[in-house]
């Protein structure tokens, strides 16, 4: 048995995962913003799964990690910093424990989706900011696994801006006053898709990825900008560069918690 833990801004999943990716059991709770309380309420549910059912646990978290101290260095909307997770968490579960960022996971289960694998796939989190996942040939590239596609630095209405800063879902609040769940207009859309376009071109360009896989709670409404985005990365993608397939989430949910199913099966493989 594997045990998942994705831990999110606002809340938290618990979940008991065979090894064949069958979900046994789902727990939820809201995240606390204290750590210590975080940690309380996490030891109320694994002490619910039997000893014998906890197997390996994987923990995805937001943000920054030290995957060798198994430390949260930063926690992005949360307050959390330098947190020993993987070290609190063993106290509780006397498991292997093993700490990834969510992004990272949510990637790894969608390229294993695609079919057939693909050799380079790049899974770009659209939510209240942006997160980007590298998998190559089916395992997450060491080489970027503390990459912040969402950081990269662009000129935006006469100013520099990140990518996420006006590219994500928190920025078409802003900008428009709605999530993208109640948002409907096409002309909208048609600029909020542009925004996007600029920064999948230039991951594109430069990691060559052959399929996009777009997730995050903005991902669940690809259908609303398909056609304006597809449009956009044709005009934008220049010579020489090929335009990889670019499709959604298969698992807008659960995306994370196949992933951390994922790795605790290759990390069992290869130990």
């Avoid at 050799?119 to 998998?135: E, K, M, N």
């Avoid at 900008?175 to 230039?202: C, E, H, M, T």
Wanted: glycine share 10%; hydrophobic share 40%; charged share 25%.
């Amino acid at each position: 048995m594997i045990t998942a833990i994705d831990i999110g801004g606002t809340k938290t999943l618990v979940a008991s995962c065979k090894k064949d990716g069958t979900i046994v059991s789902q727990d939820r709770f809201e995240t606390p913003a204290s750590y210590k309380d975080f940690i309380t309420e996490l030891v109320k549910r694994l002490q619910v799964i039997p000893a014998k059912d906890r197997g390996i646990t994987v923990v995805a978290a937001p943000g920054k990690i030290d995957r060798k101290n198994g430390v949260g260095v930063s926690f992005g909307n949360l307050p959390w910093k330098n947190v020993p997770l993987v070290h609190d968490i063993n106290k509780v579960t006397n498991t292997t424990v093993l700490i990834e960022n969510d992004a990272n996971l949510a990637g790894l289960s969608e390229a294993h989706n695609v079919k057939p694998l693909p050799h380079r796939s790049l899974y770009i989190t659209i939510s209240t900011g942006i997160g980007t996942g590298l998998v190559t040939d089916g395992y997450l590239d060491p080489d970027f696994l503390d990459s912040e596609g969402g950081k990269m630095l662009f000129e935006h209405e006469g100013k520099l801006e990140s990518w996420e800063k006006f590219g994500s879902g928190k920025a078409i609040v802003a900008k428009y006053g709605k999530r993208a769940s109640d948002l409907d207009d096409p002309k909208a859309w048609q600029n909020i898709s542009r925004w996007f376009a600029i920064g999948i071109v230039n991951l594109t360009a430069v990691l060559e990825p052959d399929v996009i896989v777009i997730g995050g709670g903005v991902g669940t409404h690809f259908k609303k900008y398909e056609k304006f985005l597809k449009q956009h990365i044709d005009d934008l993608t220049p010579p020489l560069v090929d335009k990889p397939l670019v499709i959604p989430a298969k698992h807008a949910e659960e995306a994370v918690i196949f992933g951390c199913i994922i790795l605790a099966n290759q990390h069992e493989q290869h130990k």
